[in-house]
């Protein structure tokens, strides 16, 4: 299996982040004030003590930026600097460049900052009481839904919470600006998407694209927090850089980084479904509601994408999608693994897991039964045809890899026979859409240089931050050219080689890049090929070689229907080359028939769909609210695989992240809005010893995907929903402390906390008498 | 007078001279005096606060004609805590261009997604490597607990492990071993306390108990640290300027152990690895909270000393000490004082030490048969997390009957504190689950813990009193004796 392209570099130390480069001597260092009040006036402002201290270098407020005061993505609603008033804790007020960090840390204690404090809305139960949305409520319905719930049986009825999830990139954002001549700089940027990047510089300077460039050649860690996260950085530092035509580095310590950034969203859903006897769902309605913080930022998307998944991988023939995204004062919420689809997952998988325990079923059952079908009953409620439908295929074979009738009825005899552990277990699947759902951003670029050595340097828009782009790029490259890794590299990203280019988010950086850099290969190919054919013509006799029988393969490129007929590689490049045959070339893909009508809620936003499903295992100790996996078994839908070892740490990353998220990845707030786990020593990320005892990870094999770079698919953000088999897992054994006979309270992260004032709840309710 | 500070780094020996090189001061973190080479880049920061492990790195510490390696988080250790050990950074493991083996375990284990994490890894993989043939899985997780990484879940890194530390540690470190001792030697020949007075420093590193209590008495206000581990925070977290410090780490008597018929004398130096060692055999119940406290790379730099010296409520091994009847053994230049662990917290972080003293030991007392300990520590995460609720039990039954009984929490209130209407109402009584049941509502009742970052005061209630229930459940009266399950 080829390594991870840098995984050498990674483990000798030498691979160089944003934070390791050598710069010259007269680097400042920046950094960032920002407001520590949720909601308030800013009423004076006084850093004339600061800007003498020995060693500062310049301190700017907005009235010093030259071109707009924005750094919004989509909605221009968001302040670069804030202005006469802060509307969330973090936002930029001023920024310090200084020869050292202590020294902008001294100047910072001698700025003083006069508040008024204003009233702030800080829940999304608050927000939702003063119904203050961010933008006009979105739906998506099908069927009849009053008509469903006549129809149905039984009904049940619920509200959810899901909590925040703070990234918690290894690497906190980062960014170093060079400047240039004249109006140019250069910004070495820790972002996943170098062209907004690039856009918000040259915006809040005043200065074209043009003069701009963003580089990233690796990425520390992002999961959707670099998407727009970094763009405020890199303004903020170019800030500092024009100011002082010095090089200036930020570099955000650790717990600036989790107060001033955003989070994924907090959600409260309310839900009401109706199912049969059988405990197939005939009706479901669904109101999610999103904390978007104080700016737009990507929260309608992350909204939409939300409620393209509240149906997960169930056919619900009467159902009712709406969506609302609250402004409050927090920190602007914004992307993250899932980008609002594991929100609205929790939803439907906890309406399900309820049914199961009201019908007294096993919910695998449930799930099963109301899984999309093959022929029928196989649209989704926006529309889409659900196509090369994997669930049947991945429950059959997890249901028996996993064993889990066997040990279902083993569970059930431990907990009859265990007063204060239980055990649990869920299977849960994933079925999660592949594409931006904003149809337009579904393009990429690439160039391609081949040198006259035969090596080969590939440009494209994606990053890498450690999902393995550039290694999946490097093979296709090598796969597509037939010549050997060694001889090709993937450059760093960068917005002078290739323009405009989406941010690499939504899983689809192998998916859209690898095909940009195919087609940039295929016209390299094409004019290489024709002029093989013409080489081949004045050297051998006989019937002339056609072009599309040239193939490029094990360093050789030859004529299939007459393989004497070849050349070596390095020889054709080289006499290409004196031939005056163009070695360098763009290529350009954009994803086909996809669109999304958003005022109808109808459409086929996505190319095709990933899929997963996940058995999980865990032990609670019912006195303190402790738990552990026992045992997680996943079997996923990579497609034809570009690489197993990447795509496999793709699931287990994504995975654990995941689980992290449903367990003890719990963020509080005080009364005002202060973030109370803002450093790792109180918001707690998995370890080592918090992954599943046993854990069994498998890819789906033999079932290619049509219509995408090498029959592969996006692996990036589905298996993080995997996590609710460890989450409903966790929910079986607190409800077999009632021998299952109660519903449990329940919300997501089930910390030991709430797990074990769930579990309280029920020992209260067994004694009182019936 | 000795100012400067030795240490190895590349083979060689580096001196550092804080009157003459100004770049760094006395308290600069070994991470920070690093990360401004050109060449030892790839030890990274993720927290400051010795939370993620990014920035671990392996130190040789003399041991005999030997060295052993022990993984620590270099944010937390200042420059002259390295004085006299050889410093390992990611940098120094390959070998004439070839991999060491951990590294080529972890290239081919598909160990690392964005690298960010590696470099501290491959360290603790590293001393993992150096100290253990063939670990179980167990001990693959405690050595790498203090390292988080957020992107490959962990597995692939397991296997690392568990394929790399195959056989018996030998690398070039082996090879190179006598060539560091004696340069090791060379440096630690010189026993003059170490001085580096700066314009707005001084610190002290002595290197034996008398010099040290001299200078606690010359300098009364002078910060005493150990493993630092507690004291570093309030520089790389707070941006506090750390006045005055001496520096007991290198203190050869403070790292004692001794065993009579009486107890076990415990120097305040020992790391609570070492001490975690000690007591695997010996002393369970405080090997059980060891083993959940911080992660390897903190056990390694704190001590048992600076745990009691924190005087914190969430103290982990304060609850046991409690419940043993430990004592601490207070010495200042003059005079001893033994003081129950008990009496020696005064408050919240507040001790009964004098501005002359420092703790030197901790004794704790040999048991009889009958009594039985246990230790619970509740936490939001298991492992690398301060208690949320901790708890230390010590009970001893004649006849069903309670003889005497202890109870002791931590996190439920300002100190470490026992739970003393339901010891009182357990006294005398029969040891049965009903009585323990209304001893839980006494408990529940008892404390008005905080509501805090970590828990609501009503988990840390309800938390509490169900940990009798798991020490009542975890003893079994069989014939008439306890016994522990
Ligand atoms: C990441 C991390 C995780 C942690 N996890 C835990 C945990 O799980 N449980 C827990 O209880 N703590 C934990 N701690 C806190 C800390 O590590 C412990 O309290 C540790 O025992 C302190 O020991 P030290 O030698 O490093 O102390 P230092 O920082 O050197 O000193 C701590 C205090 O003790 C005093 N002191 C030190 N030695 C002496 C002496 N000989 N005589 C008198 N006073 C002395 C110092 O003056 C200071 O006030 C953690 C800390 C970190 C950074
Ligand atoms: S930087 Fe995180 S432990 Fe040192
Ligand atoms: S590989 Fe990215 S944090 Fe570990």
Sequence with gaps: MQEHESAILHCTGEAVFINDMPVSENLLIGHVIYSKHAHAKILEIDFSDAVKLKGVHSILSYKEIPGINQMGPIIHDELCMVENEVTSIGQAILLIAADSKEIAIEAEKLIEIKYEPLEAILSIESAIEKYNLLAPKRKIERGNLQKGFEDSAHIIEGTLKTGAQEHWYLETQICLCIPGEGNEIKAYSSTQHPSETQAIIAEVLGISSKDVEV???????????????????????????????RPVKIHLFRDDDQIITGKRHR??????????????INAYSVELNSDAGSATDLSMAILERAMLHADNSYFIPNIKIIGRAYKTN????????????????????????????????????????????????????????????????????????????????????????NEFYKKGMAITPVKFGISFTTSF????????????????????????????????????????????????????????????????????????????VKNAIETIKSRLSEFVVDEFRKKYEGICSKKHNIKFENNFVYDIKIPERKISFNELISNAYLNQISLSSTGYYKTPNIGFDREKGQGKPFHYFAYGMAVSEVIVDTLTGYNKILRTDILHDAGDTLNKGIDKGQVIGGFIQGTGWVTTEDIKWDSDGHLLNHSPDTYKIPTIQDIPEDFRIELLEGYPNENTIRKSKAVGEPPLMLAFSVWLAIKDAISAVGNHEFEPDFSLPATNEVILLSIEKIRKLQKEPA | MNNSVKFVLDDKIIELDFSRDLKYKPTTTVLNYLRDLSDHKGVKEGCAEGDCGACTVALGELDGNKISYKAVDSCLVFLP????????????????????????AMVECFGSQCGYCTPGFIMSLFALYKNHNNPSKGIVEDALSGNLCRCTGYQFILYSALMACQNDGADHFSEKETQIVKLLKEINKDKKTISLI????????????????????????????????????????????????????????????????????????????????????????LYDILKVFGSLQIRNLATIGGNIGSASPIGDTLPVLIAYGAKVILQSAESRRDVSIEEYIKGYRKTDLRKDEIITSVFIPKLNEKSKIKTYKVSKRKDLDISTVSSAFRVSVENEIVKDICMAYGGMAEITKRAKTAETYLLKKKWSRTNIEVAMELIYNEFEPLSDARAESEFRRVAAKNLLMKFFNDLQINNGILKLV
Aim: charged share 25%; net charge positive.
């Design chain 1, 215 to 245: 580089e990233v050649k690796r990425i520390g860690g992002a999961f959707g927090g670099k998407e727009t996260e970094a763009n405020h950085i890199a303004a903020w530092c170019a800030l500092l850089c024009n100011a002082t035509k």
């Design chain 1, 267 to 280: 959600f409260l859903s309310k839900y009401k479904v109706g199912f049969n006897d059988e405990g197939i």
């Design chain 1, 330 to 417: 927090m920190p602007s919420n914004v992307a993250m693994r899932g980008f609002g689809g594991p929100q609205a997952i929790a939803v439907i998988e906890t309406a399900i897991d309820k049914i199961a325990r009201y019908l007294k079923m096993d919910s695998a059952e449930i799930r099963y039964k109301n899984f999309y079908k093959i022929e029928n009953n196989n649209i989704s409620p926006y529309g889409q045809c659900i196509e090369n439908n994997r669930l049947f295929i991945l429950f059959d074979k997890l249901i028996k890899s996993s064993d889990y009738i066997k040990r279902r009825e083993e569970i059930n005899e431990f907990n009859k026979s």
């Design chain 1, 441 to 516: 951003l579904n393009q990429a670029g690439a160039l391609v240089n081949i040198y006259k050595d035969g090596t080969v340097l590939v440009n494209h828009g994606g990053t890498e931050m450690g999902q393995g782009l550039n290694t999946k790029i490097l093979k296709i490259t090598s796969k597509e050219l037939g010549i050997k890794l060694v001889k090709i590299k993937v450059n760093a990203t960068n917005t002078s080689k290739i323009p405009n280019t989406s941010a690499t988010a939504a899983s689809s950086g192998s998916d859209l890049n690898g095909m940009a």
């Design chain 2, 81 to 104: 805590m390295i004085h006299g050990k050889q410093i390992i950074t990611v940098e120094n493991l390959k070998n004439k261009g070839e991999l060491h083996p951990v590294q080529s």
């Design chain 2, 198 to 285: 700066t314009n707005n420093q001084c610190y002290f590193k002595p290197f034996n108990l008398d010099d040290a209590l001299l200078l606690r008495k010359n300098y009364p206000d002078a910060i005493l640290i150990n493993g630092a581990s507690d004291i570093a925070l309030r520089q790389t977290k707070n941006n506090e300027l750390l006045k005055d410090i001496i520096d007991l780490s290198a203190i050869d008597e403070l790292k004692r152990f001794e065993e009579n018929d009486d107890g076990y004398y415990f120097g305040s130096g020992l790391s609570l690895e070492a001490l975690k060692n000690y007591s695997e055999k010996k002393l369970k119940p």
